[in-house]
């Protein structure tokens, strides 16, 4: 439907549905979005803009329309992954994650040799300059190489390095200059310069897979760290008397979390935890999820997943995960006892502000793109939008 008024030049109008705005919940909303796949206007009462001959109207009574969600970390799903360095793996990659919230993301490496990330760099730019068929991508999200071995999680210890300005900026140049996220660990050696030269190239810069101790967290901050990864995994611990990047991320208002809130990567109560103390316009819920995503439980390369658990084959770490955006949006919903409107900014507007996209990404309001969901009382999705054109529709969806 979205992709016919497009190719007709049509307006869409959407009625009578409950959306959520920056601004709160608007019941009985009409939302117009234009030809260009922007939000035209958004009202409570009758916009007056209903002609048959300039715009397909939706009547969607009952229904609600979402901020479509904004998914920083992720790595695959549905059997395809970023390192595939294939146009059709960043593709099903889109397609298989804009079923299930996804409208943008950012493709996500992982720490490899040097020629497989600029293979992997290459591959999504030229994605996004062909354009997929589900989610946006809005860039990269470099994970590693420049990490610390003794959080290195499922990432491959032999390829773990310390950086140079010389790979920095071949990556930057591989990528078009299109990573917009960066995951390194500043306390070491050359980390603190690397944190100043990926932060001078407007690139936002992660404090992950870290040992680093509170105070070198402070430091880094200083140099241009405002964001961890997956926060509690891969990261010294909190401790009382060295709180470590745990109890730094807690602390310091100058730092964004990521969390995996998938009952596994953190537990319930501790998700709870931080959503208390660093409030959802301070989070930012990730998938983090790998190849396996969506399939069935069993063994996929080095990896095994049992009951949606991913662990590498030894069982020492978890290796990713299953979730996708939604269910982290239900999780966090049922972990913390939060309404939907309090949770929504950590998988909207947070992750749009975090990768500067949010003039343009995050909220239903005029001027940005029509990135939203259709989802019915059960917060099922019933239909996905990227730009005011339809990417996924359930058979539910009539």
């Given at each position: ?14 009625k009578?549905?409950k ?15 234009n ?7 958004v ?13 397909q109207?939706?009547?969607v009574?009952g229904l609600t329309l ?6 920083i ?17 960043i593709?099903?990659i ?27 760099l290459t ?17 990269v999200?470099?994970?590693?190489p420049f ?13 773990i390095r310390?950086p140079?300005?010389n ?10 200059n ?6 390194l660990a500043?306390e070491?050696s050359?980390?603190m310069?690397a ?5 001078s ?25 405002s964001h961890t990864?997956?926060h509690f995994?891969g990261?010294s ?12 991320g807690?602390m ?7 969390l ?7 537990h319930?109560?501790t ?14 819920l990730?998938?983090?999820?790998v ?8 063994e ?12 590498l084959?030894?069982g020492?770490s978890?290796?990713?995960?299953s979730l ?11 972990f913390t006892?939060c309404?939907?409107?309090?949770i ?5 507007e ?6 500067g996209?949010?003039?343009r ?8 793109d029509?990135d939203f ?6 917060m ?6 990227v ?6 529709r ?5």
């Open positions: 439907m979205g992709a016919e008024y497009m190719r007709n030049e049509l307006y869409s109008l959407w009578n549905a959306l959520y705005t920056p601004q709160g919940v608007i019941n009985g909303a009409m939302m117009l979005v030809p260009n796949g922007t939000i035209q206007s009202e409570q009462l009758e916009l007056g803009f209903t002609s048959e001959n300039s715009a109207v939706i009547n009574s979402l901020p479509g969600f904004i998914d970390h992720v790595h695959g799903g549905n059997g395809f992954n970023v390192m595939d360095a294939d146009y059709r793996s593709d099903e889109s397609r298989f994650h804009a079923a299930h919230g996804t409208t943008s993301f950012l493709a996500t490496t992982e720490t490899a040799s040097k020629d497989a990330i600029t293979e992997a591959c999504v730019t030229r994605a996004m300059e062909t354009g997929v068929s589900g989610a946006e991508i809005l860039g999200h470099l994970e590693g990490l610390n071995a003794k959080r290195r999680g499922a990432q491959n210890e032999k390829e310390t140079s300005v790979e920095l900026e071949h990556y930057l140049e591989a990528s078009k299109l990573i917009r996220l960066v995951t500043p070491i050359g980390g310069e944190v100043q030269n990926f932060y190239r407007g690139v936002t810069v992660s404090a992950g897979h870290t040992d680093a101790t509170y105070e070198q967290v402070v430091e880094a901050i200083g140099y241009g760290v990864t997956h995994n990261m611990p909190f401790h009382h008397r060295d709180p470590g990047v745990s109890g730094a807690l310091l208002q100058e730092l964004t979390t990521e995996i809130a998938d009952g596994i990567h953190v319930p109560a998700v709870k935890l931080l959503f208390e103390v660093k409030s959802s316009r301070n989070i930012c990730i998938t983090d999820a190849t396996c995503c969506g399939l069935p439980d069993g996929y390369g080095k990896i095994r997943m049992t009951n949606g658990q991913i662990y084959k030894d020492n978890l290796a990713g995960s996708t955006t939604m269910q982290a949006l239900k999780n966090a919903i049922q006892g309404p939907l409107e309090q929504l900014p950590s998988l909207t947070v992750p749009a502000r975090q990768i996209v949010d003039h990404k995050g909220t239903l309001e005029p001027g940005k029509a969901l259709v989802i019915d009382e059960n099922h999705i019933l239909a996905t939008y730009k005011g054109i339809e990417v996924y359930s058979p539910n969806f009539n």
